[in-house]
């Protein structure tokens, strides 16, 4: 074995010293730092492996230096004898192996610290971040996910309501008219509101008839729209009330044309809020595909019903903070109007963490 020492003023220039006068199959043996004041010197000692001649430029090695074509037909080797079974290694064979290896690594380690990431690095850094997080919400294991307690320190994962008019959007099933009929009767009845209701659901069996019995019970007018495009002048004759809830028909993500529609009606409707409506049994990756099938026309807020079903509740602080878009209401059951509350950082935390059961029971 041939070893041989290089020294530079830059880890960078002995390494290159070693490439160039051992080549790229050099072994690196040991890196040291010497000097001091204004002025540091690093040094390589590195070897290269001996052929079956003993010194460092072996026939093996040139001959994976030369095009095997320059040599013409190789001849075949006569077949070997069958090898003895390895011994088993001892510590200092192991120690022997690694040691290498130990240096190659402290090398690395001075070379880092000699990078100055530029903006190229910065965004292939920002990428592979939102591709872990990409791949977490997918369905691979969460083992990178961000605490919840340090998302809810650092994001806005919960707004109040502040617009007169609120409509409720979402995916079929997930509890729109419960809700609304809710919120409705607590701030007609509770907080002696002036109230209306508008519905869009005359599609499902039974939708308008659902809302209208609600309305009844409450004491508040119902509008029936059966001309979406109608909505923005439906809505503009209530004047003389505080507080207008749309309830919008349930579609599947996947139906573009109904969304397109739903979209238009609601983009000529004043002082709107729009809240896409979510059960808080859906996966993250459930959650982000209704988002983006409802987001071109506008979500202004996230809003989680039946928390009470709900085997895992991590996404009333992962999504929220994940899509940058805040809870305002939480339904906790099927009684109206008792099973909704509004959101607060700390109950979204406590729910989130230990499950709805147990967090109602600490509370």
């Known amino acids: 074995m041939m070893v041989r020492k290089f020294q530079g003023s830059s880890m960078r220039e002995a390494l290159a010293q070693v490439k160039r006068e051992l080549g790229p199959d050099a072994l690196i043996l040991a890196t040291r730092e010497f000097g001091g004041g204004m002025r540091t010197e690093f040094e390589v000692t590195a070897s290269l492996t001996a052929g079956p001649d003993g010194d460092g430029d072996s026939e093996a090695a040139h001959d994976r230096r030369t095009p095997a074509a320059a040599y013409g037909p190789r001849a075949r080797r006569p077949k070997e004898p069958p090898r003895p079974a390895a011994a088993a290694m001892t510590d200092e064979d192991v120690e022997r192996i690694m040691a290498p290896l130990r240096s190659e690594l402290r090398?690395?380690?001075?070379?880092?610290k000699d990078v100055r990431p530029d903006q190229g690095i910065k965004r292939e850094l920002v990428a592979m971040r939102q591709a872990l997080r990409d791949a977490a919400v997918s369905g691979n294991p969460a083992a990178l996910e961000e605490p919840l307690g340090e998302i809810a320190t650092r994001a806005n994962i919960v707004a109040p309501s502040v617009r007169r008019v609120v409509a409720l959007v979402g995916p079929t099933g997930v509890g729109k008219t419960t809700t609304i009929a809710k919120q409705a009767a607590r701030e007609a009845l509770?907080?002696?509101?002036?109230?209306?209701?508008?519905?869009?659901?005359?599609f499902r069996v039974g939708g308008e008839d659902q809302i209208r019995a609600y309305a009844d019970l409450i004491g508040v007018p119902l509008s029936v729209v059966h001309d979406p495009d109608r909505l923005p002048e439906t809505v503009a004759q209530l004047t003389k009330f505080d507080r207008i809830f749309i309830d919008s028909a349930g579609r599947s993500p996947f139906d573009r044309a109904a969304l397109g529609q739903l979209r238009r009606a609601?983009?000529?409707?004043?002082?709107?809020?729009?809240?896409?409506?979510?059960?808080?049994?859906?996966?993250?990756?459930?959650?982000?595909?209704?988002?983006?099938?409802?987001?071109?026309?506008?979500?202004?807020?996230?809003l989680f019903t039946k928390l009470d079903e709900a085997d895992s509740l991590e996404e009333l602080v992962r999504a929220p903070a994940r899509l940058g878009t805040p809870v305002t209401w939480v339904t906790t059951g099927q009684r109206v109007p008792e099973d909704i509350e509004e959101?607060?950082?700390?109950?979204?935390?406590?729910?989130a963490q230990g499950?709805?059961?147990?967090?109602?029971?600490?509370?």
């Open 355 to 363: 499950g709805f059961g147990r967090a109602e029971a600490a509370a």
């Open 190 to 202: 509770v907080e002696r509101r002036k109230v209306a209701l508008v519905t869009l659901d005359t």
């Open 266 to 302: 609601l983009a000529g409707v004043a002082d709107l809020e729009v809240h896409l409506t979510l059960s808080s049994g859906s996966t993250a990756a459930q959650i982000d595909r209704a988002f983006e099938r409802y987001r071109p026309g506008r979500v202004d807020r996230l």
């Open 107 to 112: 090398v690395i380690r001075t070379l880092l």
């Open 343 to 351: 959101a607060n950082v700390v109950g979204l935390l406590r729910i």
